[in-house]
């Protein structure tokens, strides 16, 4: 995979931050080691919960750090959302009209299939020829959407942001026969979506801007120095609720690695510690096949000593 | 077959987070192996197991066949994620998107989402005299048609709306959390209905009052009340002699009365707390849950099947006693569960036969005073069904659900309001 | 025997609270989990005793491992700080034993250790 240097643009709405371009996500994971979690319904899987879609929702540590290390900036995103002035909206009507009658031509002809090969992109054909590659014996892609089997979504997305087709509304032609509408998942393929006067380039100034406040408090920046500490070590993190933790760390990207420990943030070296708590995280891990860390943040010294604990074996 | 686990099933059995696999792969959300999602089918889509995970990568970034697997997992995860949302024209809904009002006003509806959801609203249209009833959606509702991709939704103007400006412009409108969304989309995609427990406006439907439980539920709140200080009346009067023997009435020489006429400290939920109220609690009751069982009439909703609580993990504390106690106020007392047999046995059953049976309501503070007040024999029941105590006593008498949202991780835990006073083991 | 607990009494009278977790987790290394060459250490930045001896890592005692056991009740507060010190005071090794002992004698063993250990395979 080619690196690509370009900071990523984090979307902040009502103190959330939400990664919306696929490729984004990709570089995310695959060049920063960070995951997210995804929040969205997938359209085509919608009646279940294993697999879900964009947008990837970040853990505000991810937010954090990926800002201070410049991978990624700060988007005001309900400001950069601006209303469309009278001929982008018109150019928008246009393509969206014009993409609706070419499906229809493409459908009586029934060469839908080459329609679609032929307006892939090169990244497309590309990613296709890979996937071809993979599994000869796979069939193809992901699933097609309702109503328009002779054409896979992959495809499609893929073509999408070249030739810029956009849906139709009720009102203008009178076309009867069915079309495909698209309802866009991320607005940057907006001509209107504007990001300019809404870019924060660090924590500090979207702070001031007032769209985002993490780390606020010693319990929040604690985290943040725990979750870089352990970043800066090589590891994925993802969230640790659903171990009594607060991050499950990994070794290696979680769709391909068991977590090797449940981590706990310590606000300070003197904070206090039940042993109850010890017995609590050890026996958990045990039982799961982790480890447990206490990672105690230094909030002078800005460092994080860590401990593993584990059951002894004996007693 | 995973997806079986995500089906609700009649049981109380209501939600459940991921699968709890407790020994090693259940713990992360994105455990599913996406390179299996390519072969589904469309329309009965099955979703396949966990893939196996290894323990580590080898030294140096991993193996070949690591690095190849991974690289495989991945671009089938990003492939899935690219997935348009598109549906025919035929079938697509539309609506514009009012922030001012945070509505979405339904100008064309299709499919049989609309039977669950969005609500009629009278307004006045900008240039009318007369208000007229229009289709109304609230912030949740909309961003769920639209990511269904069922839904395309404009601003006034006309300008179309992504998915992404969905979320930005219609969340944190109308109590609308990105934590509280989370919850209704998850709970939405497996099938249930979900309603806001509090009428957001005047024109939202509610649940008639008549088919309801909750006035009821306020009268005997204030008949228990009202119990309890006669209660505390009686024991004052007879606290040094609880235990008055009737010699006429022979029962009064059981176990059980000597029993309950020495308890002088009320026990059950319907003695008050003595635990002053929190000024705003995050705890409150925000969605109503319908099974997809349950016969649902958008313009008079039946009673729910769940009452669900969300909070955001990272900044909520555990529920105190009396947040607790506050939900369990506002919910209305379930029937005990039947049992599974048919008919069930009556001698291993515990020693407790000369009991009521099955108290369908709380009447045992009330019989216990009558007892007391009266001196009346308790009529010994001639039926002598009634369901197993500990499958009522793990049921609980009141049941709430409570959502804790970390970061995008959704847990589910239930609550319920366990009767140990309606159930003496002797 | 006499000459282990004349031991632990020097730093039982040093140490009165925290005799009680020390004589139980004592008497449980040496003859139940048959640790040799026990010794009872003073850790006086943790006020209390620490345990030193070959812990058996097989039957017939061929392999043998030197570990150190620090004391605590489930009712003590500690601290990383607290934990630290033990390192320091026990010539950092790379892992302590923290033996937990409740009110009614049972003691439970967790290894601690110093900085990311993955666990086991």
């Given at each position: 995979m080619t690196t690509d240097s370009r900071p990523i643009p984090i979307r902040i709405a009502n103190q959330r931050a939400y990664i919306w371009d696929v490729d984004d996500i990709a570089v995310l994971r695959s060049q920063h080691r960070l995951c997210g979690i995804l929040a969205g319904t997938l359209p085509h899987l919608s009646q279940q919960n294993v697999f879900l879609g964009v947008p990837l929702l970040l853990m505000p540590e991810e937010v954090v750090l990926l800002v201070e290390k410049k991978f990624a900036v700060l988007v005001n995103d309900p400001n950069a959302h601006q209303a469309p002035t009278a001929p982008q909206l018109q150019k928008w009507e246009e393509e969206r009209d014009e993409f609706a009658k070419r499906h229809i031509v493409v459908n009586d002809t029934k060469i839908s299939q080459n329609a679609a090969t032929r307006s892939m992109s090169e990244d497309a054909m590309r990613k296709r020829k890979e996937r071809m590659e993979r599994k000869a014996a796979q069939p193809q892609q992901p699933p097609p959407v309702d109503m328009i089997p002779e054409e896979s979504p992959a495809e499609r997305t893929e073509a999408t942001p070249t030739t810029d087709s956009r849906p139709s509304t009720p009102s203008s032609n009178a076309i009867t026969v069915a079309y495909p509408v698209i309802i866009e998942s991320a607005s940057s393929t907006l001509e209107w979506y504007d990001t300019s006067a809404a870019t924060y380039n660090t924590i500090e100034a979207a702070q001031a801007a007032g769209i985002w406040s993490y780390p606020s408090n010693l319990s929040e920046r604690a985290r943040c120095g725990v979750f870089r500490g352990l970043w800066e070590q090589g590891y994925f993190l993802g969230g640790g609720i659903k171990f009594g933790g607060d991050y499950l760390v990994y070794p290696g990207d979680p769709l391909r690695f068991h977590s090797h420990f449940v981590a706990t943030v310590i606000e300070s070296p003197v904070a206090t510690l039940r042993p109850m708590e010890i017995v609590a995280h050890g026996r958990l891990g045990t039982a799961t096949k982790k480890s447990h860390l206490l990672c105690g943040w230094n909030d002078e010294k800005k460092d994080v000593s860590y401990l593993s604990i584990e059951w002894a074996g004996f007693g | 077959m995973d997806d079986a686990l995500e089906l609700p099933n009649a049981p109380p059995k209501p939600v459940q987070g991921d699968e709890p696999d407790e020994n090693s792969s259940g713990d992360e959300d994105s455990g599913a192996d996406w390179t299996k999602l390519s072969s589904l089918n469309i329309n009965r889509p099955i979703i396949p197991r966990r893939g196996e995970k290894e323990f580590e990568p080898a030294p140096g970034g991993g193996s070949g066949l690591q690095i190849h697997v991974l690289d495989r997992a991945r671009s089938a995860m990003f492939d899935a994620l690219r997935a348009t949302r598109s549906t025919s024209s035929k079938a697509m809904s539309y609506a514009v998107w009012y922030p001012s009002i945070a509505r979405a006003h339904v100008t064309l509806s299709r499919g049989i989402h609309f039977t669950s959801m969005g609500h009629s609203v009278p307004r006045k249209e900008e240039n009318e005299e007369k208000t007229t009833k229009r289709l109304e959606l609230l912030p949740e509702e909309a961003i769920y048609m639209i990511e269904r991709g069922a839904l395309f939704c404009t601003k006034a103007g006309g300008a179309p709306m992504s998915a992404q400006q969905a979320f930005s412009e219609m969340l944190g409108t109308e109590d609308m959390t990105l934590e509280k969304y989370q919850v209704y989309s998850y709970l939405k995609r497996l099938g249930y209905v979900v309603t806001r427990a509090t009428p957001p406006s005047p024109f939202y439907p509610v649940t008639p009052p008549s088919s309801t439980s909750s006035t009821p539920l306020r009268h005997q709140s204030l008949f228990s009340r009202f119990t309890f200080h006669l209660t505390k009346l009686f024991s004052r009067f007879n606290w040094w002699r609880p235990l008055c023997i009737n010699?006429?009435?022979?029962?009064?020489?059981?176990y059980e009365f000597i029993y309950k006429s020495l308890r002088f400290i009320p026990s059950g939920h319907n003695a008050p707390l003595h635990v002053k109220h929190t000024s705003a609690s995050p705890y409150k009751i925000f969605y109503h849950l319908y099974k997809p069982s349950t016969p649902f009439k958008k313009t008079s909703p039946p009673p729910p099947d769940f009452s669900v609580v969300v909070v955001d993990a990272r900044v909520t504390q555990m529920p105190t006693l009396r947040e607790l106690d506050d939900l369990f106020g506002e919910l209305p007392e379930l029937p005990p569960p039947l049992s599974r047999q048919r008919h069930p046995q009556q001698g291993p059953q515990p020693a407790r036969n000369q009991l009521p049976p099955a108290p369908p309501t709380p009447t045992t503070l009330w019989s216990w005073i009558s007892s007391w007040v009266f001196k009346e024999p308790e009529t010994p029941s001639p039926l002598p069904r009634r369901p197993n105590p500990f499958a009522a006593l793990k049921a609980g008498k009141r049941i709430v659900v409570i959502a804790a949202v970390d970061a995008g991780n959704i847990s589910f835990f239930r609550f319920g309001q366990g009767g140990f006073e309606d159930w003496p083991m002797m | 025997m006499q000459t282990h607990y004349s031991d632990i009494s020097s730093l039982s009278t040093k140490y009165p609270r925290t005799t009680g977790s020390l004589f139980l987790v004592y008497n449980d290394i040496v003859y139940s989990q048959l640790w040799t060459d026990v010794q009872v250490l003073d850790l006086e930045p943790c006020t209390r005793a620490a345990i030193r001896g070959c812990r058996r890592l097989n039957a017939n005692n061929t392999h043998t491992q030197i570990a150190n056991i620090v004391p605590c009740t489930l009712s003590e507060l500690v601290s990383l700080e607290w934990l630290d010190n033990a390192f320091v005071s026990l010539d950092d090794p790379p892992e302590v034993y923290l033996a937990i002992t409740s009110d009614d004698s049972s003691i439970v063993y967790y290894k601690i250790s110093r900085g990311i250990v993955k666990p086991p395979l």
């Open positions: - | 010699p006429w009435l022979r029962q009064h020489m059981s | -």
